[in-house]
Structures are given as structure tokens and as C-alpha cells.
């Protein structure tokens, strides 16, 4: 199996620069936002840039879970490997792993600066530890729904799909997110929905001819 993590690794790690490339950037952003508020002066910059950024980042984890499958059909990859008595389940467990992993590099050390910087910069209110964790959670969530998008386009002919998916999620979740907030509800929607993303990747991936 680590084998198997190594080589996905390998064979993706643009994405995990891109992940930790981005982690820095969304850091810059929050520090200019938590330690520059004033609610008499919106953050417009910081805002203004880190939407783009967001939405780069979106299609990029998109971008991964669909390469991972692509190539994998395309080059006949999993075909190779079960020649070496690796099952499927095996490798389709790997990309997922890997897929987690570059998330984990994108957030969590934002999710620690976050933490630190609410610290230095804000009361000690208990509320704001408990905050940046719900919101943690809900982010991520939000981004394994996006790679789970990927994983089942990823068998597609057509680029585009993988792209389009990510955007109709998007269209989807942030309404729900500026209407619910960052709680249980949206938590518990984006779970389900990952669920279903997966148990359906792995139908395919199990059923379908290497």
C-alpha cells in the first residue's frame, strides 16, 4: 500500500506543490485579514484576491481526483499493477489516500496559522477556537467533495466534465454555505454527498474494464 501512496505521489506532485503553494497564500490572506481588521474598512484586497485563489484551488483538487483516474485508464496503469497482485480496492484506496493527503497540505497548516493568528490578534474568546475548527471541517469537506468529482469524471473522454462538475458544485455549496453557515446541516449534506461520490467511483472503478 505504500508502495502504491508513494507512486501516486510521484506521479501527481505539481498538485502537492500547488497545495502547499496555495497554503502560503491563504495564510498571507488571513493574516492581512485577522491582524488589518476594521470593520470601518471591508478587507477588499484581501477578499478581492483570495476569491480567485478559492476558486483556483476548487478546480484544482477537482483537477487531481480527475488526472488520477485519466491517466490511470488511459495508460493502462491499474491494469499493469493487478498483473502484480495488487486488487483493485487496493489501488482505487490509494488515490483516495493521496487525494486526502494533498488536501491535509493545503489546509491544515492554514488552519494552524489561522489559530495562532486569532491568538494574537483577538480576545481570548473560547468561541473563536471553536469557530476556526467548524469552519476547518466544513473547508475540507467541502474541497474531498470537489476530488470526489474528479475521481468519478475522471473516466470521462472530455476534459470539460471534471470542470463543469466543480463549478456546479460550487454554485451549489456556497449559497447553502451563506445560508446555513458553517455548521452541522452543511457538514452533514457534504458527507453524504462524498459517501454517495465514493460508493459510485468505487462501482465504476470495480466494474469497469482496465
Same mark, same amino acid.
Given at each position: 500500500?505504500?508502495?502504491?501512496?508513494?507512486?501516486?505521489?510521484?506521479?501527481?506532485?505539481?498538485?502537492?506543490?500547488?497545495?502547499?503553494?496555495?497554503?502560503?497564500?491563504?495564510?498571507?490572506i488571513s493574516f492581512s485579514l485577522i491582524s488589518r481588521y476594521?470593520?470601518?474598512?471591508?478587507?477588499?484586497?484581501?477578499?478581492?484576491?483570495?476569491?480567485?485563489?478559492?476558486?483556483?484551488?476548487?478546480?484544482?483538487?477537482?483537477?487531481?481526483?480527475?488526472?488520477?483516474?485519466?491517466?490511470?485508464?488511459?495508460?493502462?496503469?491499474?491494469?499493469?499493477?493487478?498483473?502484480?497482485?495488487?486488487?483493485?480496492?487496493?489501488?482505487?484506496?490509494?488515490?483516495?489516500?493521496?487525494?486526502?493527503?494533498?488536501?491535509?497540505?493545503?489546509?491544515?497548516?492554514?488552519?494552524?496559522?489561522?489559530?495562532?493568528? /486569532?491568538?494574537?490578534?483577538?480576545?481570548?474568546?473560547?468561541?473563536?477556537?471553536?469557530?476556526?475548527?467548524?469552519?476547518?471541517?466544513?473547508?475540507?469537506?467541502?474541497?474531498?467533495?470537489?476530488?470526489?468529482?474528479?475521481?468519478?469524471?475522471?473516466?470521462?473522454?472530455?476534459?470539460?466534465?471534471?470542470?463543469?462538475?466543480?463549478?456546479?458544485?460550487?454554485?451549489? /455549496?456556497?449559497?447553502?454555505?451563506?445560508?446555513?453557515?458553517?455548521?452541522?446541516?452543511?457538514?452533514?449534506?457534504?458527507?453524504?454527498?462524498?459517501?454517495?461520490?465514493?460508493?459510485?467511483?468505487?462501482?465504476?472503478?470495480?466494474?469497469?474494464?482496465?
Open positions: 500500500m505504500f508502495a502504491l501512496i508513494k507512486r501516486e505521489i510521484q506521479d501527481h506532485i505539481a498538485y502537492f506543490i500547488g497545495a502547499a503553494v496555495f497554503s502560503v497564500v491563504f495564510i498571507i476594521d470593520h470601518r474598512k471591508p478587507p477588499v484586497f484581501s477578499i478581492g484576491f483570495g476569491v480567485p485563489a478559492a476558486t483556483i484551488v476548487i478546480f484544482g483538487i477537482c483537477a487531481m481526483g480527475a488526472t488520477q483516474m485519466y491517466l490511470d485508464r488511459t495508460r493502462k496503469i491499474s491494469a499493469l499493477l493487478s498483473t502484480l497482485a495488487v486488487s483493485r480496492n487496493q489501488i482505487l484506496l490509494a488515490k483516495i489516500i493521496t487525494g486526502i493527503l494533498a488536501i491535509l497540505i493545503l489546509f491544515v497548516p492554514l488552519t494552524i496559522a489561522a489559530g495562532i493568528l /486569532l491568538r494574537l490578534f483577538t480576545p481570548p474568546v473560547p468561541m473563536f477556537t471553536g469557530m476556526v475548527l467548524e469552519i476547518s471541517v466544513v473547508v475540507f469537506l467541502m474541497a474531498f467533495a470537489c476530488y470526489c468529482i474528479g475521481l468519478q469524471t475522471g473516466w470521462n473522454s472530455s476534459p470539460v466534465t471534471p470542470s463543469l462538475g466543480a463549478l456546479f458544485l460550487t454554485c451549489i /455549496l456556497i449559497p447553502l454555505i451563506l445560508i446555513k453557515g458553517f455548521g452541522v446541516h452543511i457538514a452533514v449534506i457534504l458527507v453524504l454527498f462524498i459517501v454517495a461520490s465514493l460508493i459510485r467511483t468505487w462501482h465504476t472503478f470495480m466494474k469497469t474494464s482496465l
